[in-house]
């Protein structure tokens, strides 16, 4: 009896728990500023230009990171400020810019900023398959349509985005989404006819909108 009522006492001698105020973004990192870089490619210049204010007020305004563009490196430089919330934002805010580098629109790499889980995926014509002259011509022709057609209904069926520059491919959007792309993509480059890629592509997409 005697031994419950010493233990009881103790528990009421104990302090009260401390209570921390949450970490800032530059408090985490003690202090030290965050750093990334984001090299501009020669034909992406004019339309960084272009759309310099567009990717400036969401990244600098709602994501709170500094951001300026480099003229002498030809490079977007970021960093985080003392009000950055949170310390994801300067990665998130690269991976933005950077999309835009490759080539997709300021609306579709915005995506990046707003909703987690999307990624970029990018992969070459000659990773699927070795291809030269004209039948390289052709496979990329495969790839898009006519005016694009294949490429629309690709991203509409799969909900990702695609860039084909020149031989190289970059497919922005959810995991499993870009998977079914890729898919659908590389069935083309190997020389399957667009119809039978899209009575494959409206099954895959049926199954994937169940599951959700």
């Given at each position: 009896?005697q031994?419950?009522?010493?233990?009881?006492?103790?528990?009421?001698?104990?302090?009260?728990?401390?209570?921390?105020?949450?970490?800032?973004?530059?408090e985490?990192?003690?202090?030290?500023?965050q750093?990334?870089?984001?090299?501009?490619?020669?034909?992406?210049?004019t339309?960084?230009?272009?759309?310099?204010?567009?990717?400036?007020?969401?990244?600098y305004?709602?994501?709170?990171?500094?951001?300026?563009?480099?003229?002498?490196?030809?490079?977007?430089?970021?960093?985080?400020?003392?009000?950055?919330?949170?310390?994801?934002?300067?990665?998130?805010?690269?991976?933005?810019?950077?999309?835009?580098?490759?080539?997709?629109?300021?609306?579709?790499a915005?995506?990046?900023?707003?909703?987690?889980?999307?990624?970029?995926?990018?992969?070459?014509?000659?990773?699927?398959?070795?291809?030269?002259?004209?039948?390289?011509?052709?496979?990329?022709?495969?790839?898009?349509?006519?005016g694009?057609?294949?490429?629309f209904?690709?991203?509409?069926?799969?909900t990702?985005?695609?860039?084909?520059?020149?031989?190289?491919?970059?497919?922005?959007?959810?995991?499993?989404?870009?998977?079914?792309?890729?898919?659908?993509l590389?069935?083309?480059?190997?020389?399957?006819?667009?119809?039978?890629?899209?009575?494959?592509?409206?099954?895959?997409?049926?199954?994937?909108?169940?599951?959700?």
């Amino acid at each position: 009896m005697q031994s419950s009522e010493t233990s009881s006492m103790e528990v009421e001698k104990l302090p009260p728990k401390p209570k921390f105020e949450p970490l800032k973004a530059h408090e985490i990192s003690d202090g030290r500023v965050q750093f990334r870089k984001v090299s501009v490619p020669p034909h992406r210049f004019t339309p960084l230009k272009k759309a310099w204010m567009e990717i400036y007020t969401p990244i600098y305004e709602q994501m709170k990171i500094d951001i300026r563009m480099n003229l002498k490196a030809r490079k977007v430089e970021l960093k985080t400020r003392s009000d950055t919330p949170d310390i994801s934002n300067l990665q998130k805010c690269a991976d933005f810019v950077h999309a835009f580098m490759l080539g997709f629109e300021v609306n579709d790499a915005l995506a990046l900023l707003r909703v987690d889980e999307l990624y970029v995926d990018s992969f070459e014509i000659k990773d699927v398959k070795t291809l030269r002259g004209e039948h390289l011509s052709r496979a990329i022709g495969r790839l898009s349509g006519k005016g694009g057609k294949t490429k629309f209904t690709i991203e509409n069926a799969t909900t990702t985005r695609i860039v084909i520059a020149d031989t190289k491919i970059h497919i922005l959007g959810s995991f499993s989404n870009i998977k079914v792309a890729r898919d659908s993509l590389c069935s083309l480059i190997l020389g399957s006819p667009a119809g039978k890629v899209y009575s494959k592509l409206r099954a895959v997409s049926a199954r994937l909108a169940e599951r959700f």
